[in-house]
C-alpha cells in the first residue's frame, strides 16, 4: 500500500473518531425530548457529509503533493517488474518526503478540529458539576476521671470546582453538636503568571504542618496540645494569602496572608467587627522538600505569625513563630503504603499576658511578657498495607505566665479498612497543671465520595 494511501486512511480515521465524538458530545448534552434526539441524529449526518469531502479534498491534495514529488524526484510509476537499483537511490528520499507532507497535513487537520474538540469536551453533563464528599468522625472516649462519652465530632460536606480557567473554588461544611459552620469557603487562582497564586476568603492559613489540617485529617485522635493553646485549634482565617513557587531548582514556596485572625476558637477578634489594620493578622511561610535518596527525602518549613496590636493584651504585640520537619522514609520496592514517617514542630509564642491567665473577672490584672514554647513530635512505622502503629510525644509551656506545664504520651493504632474507611486506637497520659488522667479513644472515620482533603499523606 502507498504511503499516501496509508496517509489518506490514517486522517480519515481521525476525522471520523473526531466527528463521532462531538455527536455524542452534542446528544449527551441534552436528552430530554425526541425532536432534540432527531436534530442531534441530523446534524452528525451533516458532520459525516462534512467529513466525507474533507477527505476527499485531502486525498486529491496529497495525491497532486504525490506527483509533484515523484516529478521533483524524477519518480516514474514504476512497472511490475523495474529494476531493483534504481528504486533504491530513489525511494529513500520519496518515503521521507512522503511522511513529511503525512504529518503536515494530520496538523493541519488537528489545528483545524481542534476548536471543535474543545466546543465537544464542554457539552458533557457533568462538566460543571462540583465535586461532593461527606465525611462522618465518630470517637467513643474514656477518661478514668470523668467517665466515658460517644462523640460525634462531625459530619463534613466538601465541594470544589472548576469556576473558568483562571479559578477554582471550594467550601467545606461542619456539622457539629454545636451546630453548622462554614470551615472554608475560598477561591484560588489557577492561572497566574511568574508562579503565583492567589487564595481569598474563609480557609486554613498555611502556618505550620497540622494546624491546616481537618481534625478528621490527623494521623492522630486529637490535636496536639500546642496547636490548641498557641493557634488556636485550626488554622482557619479570614482574608487574603498569595504563594509564590520560586523559579529554582531546588523547590520552595514562599507565602504571605493578611487575615482578621488566625485560628478556629480565637476569641480574641470578632469576624464582624471592622478594625484597624494595625490589629490584623499577618503571616509569612517558607517551605522546602529535599530529597536525600531515592526512598527518603525532607521537608522543612518555617512559618511566623504577626500581629501588631491585641486589645485583651493591653494594645501589646503579639508574634507566634514555628518550625516543623517531616522526615518521609518509602521503599521503592514496598509501594507508597509502606515505609515511615517522623513528623516534629516546635512552636514560640512570644506576647503580653496575665500572670494566671484571665481567670473569674473579678481579680486584678498583672501582665507580664511572656515567652512560651511548645512542640509535638511523632513517628509512625507503616508496617502493612492496613497497619499503621504510631507515638506522639508532646511538651507544652501555657502562654500565660505562671502556669504549669503539659506533658502527653499516646501511643496509637491506625487500622485501614479501606481507601474510605479508618479505625484508630489511642491511649493517652495526660499531665498538665490540675489534671493527671489516663485517657482511652476508639476513632472511626468514613468518606462518602470525594473529598478534597482527606486522608492525605502527613
Known amino acids: 500500500m502507498?504511503?499516501?494511501?496509508?496517509?489518506?486512511?490514517?486522517?480519515?480515521?481521525?476525522?471520523?473518531?473526531?466527528?463521532?465524538?462531538?455527536?455524542?458530545?452534542?446528544?449527551?448534552?441534552?436528552?430530554?425530548?425526541?425532536?432534540?434526539?432527531?436534530?442531534?441524529?441530523?446534524?452528525?449526518?451533516?458532520?459525516?457529509?462534512?467529513?466525507?469531502?474533507?477527505?476527499?479534498?485531502?486525498?486529491?491534495?496529497?495525491?497532486?503533493?504525490?506527483?509533484?514529488?515523484?516529478?521533483?524526484?524524477?519518480?516514474?510509476?514504476?512497472?511490475?517488474?523495474?529494476?531493483?537499483?534504481?528504486?533504491?537511490?530513489?525511494?529513500?528520499?520519496?518515503?521521507?518526503?512522503?511522511?513529511?507532507?503525512?504529518?503536515?497535513?494530520?496538523?493541519?487537520?488537528?489545528?483545524?478540529?481542534?476548536?471543535s474538540l474543545a466546543a465537544a469536551n464542554k457539552t458533557f453533563a457533568s462538566q460543571f458539576n462540583p465535586a461532593i464528599g461527606f465525611v462522618i468522625d465518630s470517637v467513643a472516649s474514656y477518661n478514668d476521671k470523668e467517665g466515658g462519652n460517644f462523640e460525634f465530632r462531625s459530619g463534613e460536606i466538601g465541594i470544589s470546582a472548576s469556576v473558568d480557567p483562571f479559578v477554582r473554588g471550594y467550601g467545606i461544611f461542619n456539622g457539629t453538636n454545636d451546630g453548622v459552620e462554614v470551615e472554608e469557603a475560598a477561591i484560588v487562582t489557577t492561572s497566574l503568571p511568574y508562579n503565583l497564586a492567589l487564595k481569598g476568603g474563609r480557609f486554613f492559613a498555611d502556618f505550620g504542618r497540622l494546624s491546616k489540617f481537618h481534625d478528621h485529617d490527623l494521623p492522630f485522635v486529637n490535636r496536639p496540645h500546642v496547636l490548641d493553646e498557641y493557634v488556636d485549634g485550626e488554622s482557619q482565617g479570614d482574608g487574603i494569602e498569595a504563594s509564590w513557587l520560586v523559579p529554582?531548582?531546588?523547590?520552595?514556596?514562599?507565602?504571605?496572608?493578611?487575615?482578621?485572625?488566625?485560628?478556629?476558637?480565637?476569641?480574641?477578634?470578632?469576624?464582624?467587627?471592622?478594625?484597624?489594620?494595625?490589629?490584623?493578622?499577618?503571616?509569612?511561610?517558607?517551605?522546602?522538600?529535599?530529597?536525600?535518596?531515592?526512598?527518603?527525602?525532607?521537608?522543612?518549613?518555617?512559618?511566623?505569625?504577626?500581629?501588631?496590636?491585641?486589645?485583651?493584651?493591653?494594645?501589646?504585640?503579639r508574634i507566634l513563630s514555628g518550625i516543623d520537619v517531616t522526615y518521609r522514609y518509602t521503599p521503592l520496592s514496598q509501594a507508597s503504603y509502606r515505609g515511615l514517617v517522623w513528623g516534629t514542630e516546635v512552636l514560640m509564642n512570644s506576647e503580653n499576658r496575665p500572670i494566671g491567665g484571665f481567670g473569674d473577672g473579678n481579680t486584678p490584672l498583672v501582665f507580664r511578657h511572656q515567652n512560651a514554647v511548645g512542640l509535638y513530635s511523632y513517628i509512625e512505622p507503616r508496617l502493612t498495607r492496613r497497619f499503621y502503629p504510631g507515638f506522639l510525644f508532646e511538651w507544652v509551656q501555657d502562654i500565660n505566665p505562671g502556669v504549669g506545664e503539659t506533658l502527653a504520651y499516646s501511643p496509637y493504632l491506625t487500622v485501614w479498612a479501606s481507601e474510605f474507611q479508618r479505625i484508630r486506637l489511642q491511649y493517652t497520659r495526660l499531665e498538665s497543671p490540675g489534671e493527671h488522667a489516663n485517657e482511652f479513644f476508639l476513632q472511626w472515620t468514613v468518606v462518602l465520595g470525594s473529598h478534597v482533603h482527606s486522608f492525605k499523606d502527613r
Not at 436528552?31 to 442531534?40: F, I, K, Y
Not at 518526503?97 to 476548536?115: A, C, D, G, S, Y
Not at 494595625?278 to 504577626?306: K, N
Open 2 to 115: 502507498a504511503a499516501w494511501q496509508r496517509g489518506i486512511r490514517t486522517v480519515s480515521a481521525l476525522l471520523v473518531v473526531t466527528a463521532i465524538l462531538e455527536a455524542r458530545a452534542a446528544s449527551a448534552a441534552d436528552q430530554g425530548t425526541v425532536e432534540q434526539l432527531m436534530r442531534d441524529f441530523e446534524a452528525m449526518k451533516r458532520r459525516l457529509e462534512k467529513v466525507e469531502k474533507q477527505t476527499q479534498e485531502q486525498q486529491e491534495v496529497i495525491r497532486r503533493q504525490n506527483e509533484k514529488i515523484q516529478q521533483l524526484t524524477g519518480q516514474r510509476v514504476a512497472p511490475p517488474r523495474k529494476a531493483a537499483a534504481p528504486v533504491v537511490a530513489t525511494e529513500a528520499p520519496t518515503t521521507t518526503r512522503e511522511e513529511e507532507l503525512k504529518n503536515e497535513v494530520t496538523e493541519n487537520i488537528m489545528r483545524r478540529i481542534q476548536p
Open 248 to 317: 529554582i531548582p531546588q523547590y520552595l514556596t514562599l507565602t504571605a496572608g493578611a487575615y482578621n485572625k488566625i485560628g478556629a476558637e480565637n476569641e480574641r477578634v470578632n469576624n464582624n467587627v471592622p478594625r484597624n489594620y494595625s490589629e490584623f493578622t499577618y503571616l509569612g511561610r517558607a517551605f522546602t522538600f529535599l530529597s536525600l535518596s531515592d526512598s527518603s527525602s525532607i521537608d522543612f518549613g518555617v512559618s511566623g505569625g504577626f500581629t501588631p496590636v491585641v486589645k485583651e493584651d493591653q494594645r501589646d504585640t
